[in-house]
Nanobody, 117 residues
Framework: QVQLVESGGGLVQPGGSLRLSCVAS????????MGWYRQAPGKQRELVAV?????????NYAESVKGRFTITRNNAKNTVSLQMNSLKPEDTAVYYC?????????WGQGTQVTVSS
């Protein structure tokens, strides 16, 4: 059974930074891609960033986070991270780690990010 465990959420002031990490229970090379989604209260879950695992590590970002967020992977530690800089109140949400193996999606339990003064 695949397990994804997130960490690194919390409360930060506008303009601040946070780093989220997601550790997979096995090798991340079991997945075609991994990424981060977020869901704010009353809104649908949306893609934040994704990185391919088996095809060169290409990345894709939501327009709202381009230039502020960076997704990276550490193959040796089976970890995918999301560095979030210049955070805004509208980034407040529960952030979920996601892993894709063909048509199957796996999800972490989520970590709360709150941007507020």
């Amino acid at each position: 059974q695949v397990q994804l465990v997130e960490s690194g959420g919390g409360l930060v002031q506008p303009g601040g930074s946070l780093r989220l990490s997601c550790v997979a229970s096995g090798s991340i090379f079991n997945f075609g891609a991994m990424g981060w989604y977020r869901q704010a209260p009353g809104k649908q879950r949306e893609l934040v960033a994704v990185i391919t695992i088996t095809s060169g590590g290409s990345t894709n970002y939501a327009e709202s986070v381009k230039g502020r967020f960076t997704i990276t992977r550490n193959n040796a530690k089976n970890t995918v991270s999301l560095q979030m800089n210049s955070l805004k109140p509208e980034d407040t949400a529960v952030y979920y780690c996601n892993a894709r193996a063909g048509p199957v999606f796996y999800w972490g339990q989520g970590t709360q990010v709150t941007v507020s003064s």
